[in-house]
T-cell receptor, first 111, second 113 residues
Framework: SQQGEEDPQALSIQEGENATMNCSYK?????LQWYRQNSGRGLVHLIL?????REKHSGRLRVTLDTSKKSSSLLITASRAADTASYFC???????????FGQGTRLTINP | EAGVAQSPRYKIIEKRQSVAFWCNPI?????LYWYQQILGQGPKLLIQ????????DSQLPKDRFSAERLKGVDSTLKIQPAKLEDSAVYLC???????????FGEGSWLTVV
C-alpha cells in the first residue's frame, strides 16, 4: 500500500520559475526522503529529513516537514530544463527501515 | 564510491518463461531491498534483507518470485513463471541500516510478452 501521496500528479512550469511539490502521509515516521527519477533511469536520492527537523536545504532544493499535518514539501528554485523528471517522496516508519513510496509528481520544465 | 550495480538492464521474455536479476549493493551496506516499479507508479517493496536474513517479504508473490542473498552481499531475484503483469522495472537498493539514506541502482527493465 502507498503511504505518501504526492500533489500535484503533474506540474508544468517555465524555466526559471520555482516548482513546489507536496507529499502527505498517514502514519508516524522516522524520516522522509525525496527522490528524483529521470525517464528510463533509477532513483536518485535528493534529501533525507528526519522527524525532528522542520527544514533542510541542498543547493536549489528546500524541503520542509510538518509532522503535525503529516506533510512535506519540496521546493526547487530557479528551475532548469534538466530538472524535468518524476519526484517521489518516501516515508521511513522506523523499525526495519522500509521505505514506502507515493505515486510521484511528474515535473516538466519548459524552455 | 561505486553505486548499486544491477544486471541485466533490459530483458524481454515470453510469459511462462523464467528470468533472474542480479544486484551488487554498495560495499558495507547491510540492508538490501528489491522494489518493483510498474510504469506510472511509485516503487513497491518486494523484499528486504538485513545481511543474509529476510526482514520483510510480505508483498513478494511467493508462488512465482524468489530472492536470495546467500553471503550477505550480492542478491538475486528470480521470477518463474513470468506473467504479463510482471512487466516492470525491478530496482535494487541498499543502505547502511535504519535511519540512513537508501541508494538505488539503475534498475532492470523487464518486458513479458
Amino acid at each position: 500500500s502507498q503511504q505518501g501521496e504526492e500533489d500535484p500528479q503533474a506540474l508544468s512550469i517555465q524555466e526559471g520559475e520555482n516548482a513546489t511539490m507536496n507529499c502527505s502521509y498517514k502514519t508516524s515516521i522516522n524520516n522522509l526522503q525525496w527522490y528524483r527519477q529521470n525517464s528510463g533511469r533509477g532513483l536518485v536520492h535528493l534529501i533525507l529529513i528526519r522527524s525532528n527537523e522542520r527544514e533542510k536545504h541542498s543547493g536549489r532544493l528546500r524541503v520542509t516537514l510538518d509532522t503535525s499535518k503529516k506533510s512535506s514539501s519540496l521546493l526547487i528554485t530557479a528551475s532548469r530544463a534538466a530538472d524535468t523528471a518524476s519526484y517521489f517522496c518516501a516515508t521511513d516508519g522506523g523499525g526495519a527501515q522500509k521505505l514506502v513510496f507515493g505515486q510521484g509528481t511528474r515535473l516538466t520544465i519548459n524552455p | 564510491e561505486a553505486g548499486v550495480a544491477q544486471s541485466p538492464r533490459y530483458k524481454i521474455i515470453e510469459k511462462r518463461q523464467s528470468v533472474a536479476f542480479w544486484c551488487n549493493p554498495i560495499s558495507g551496506h547491510a540492508t538490501l531491498y528489491w522494489y518493483q516499479q510498474i510504469l506510472g507508479q511509485g516503487p513497491k517493496l518486494l523484499i528486504q534483507f538485513q545481511n543474509n536474513g529476510v526482514v520483510d517479504d510480505s508483498q513478494l508473490p511467493k508462488d512465482r518470485f524468489s530472492a536470495e542473498r546467500l553471503k550477505g552481499v550480492d542478491s538475486t531475484l528470480k521470477i518463474q513463471p513470468a506473467k504479463l503483469e510482471d512487466s516492470a522495472v525491478y530496482l535494487c537498493a541498499s543502505s547502511l541500516g535504519a535511519g540512513n539514506t537508501i541508494y538505488f541502482g539503475e534498475g532492470s527493465w523487464l518486458t513479458v510478452v
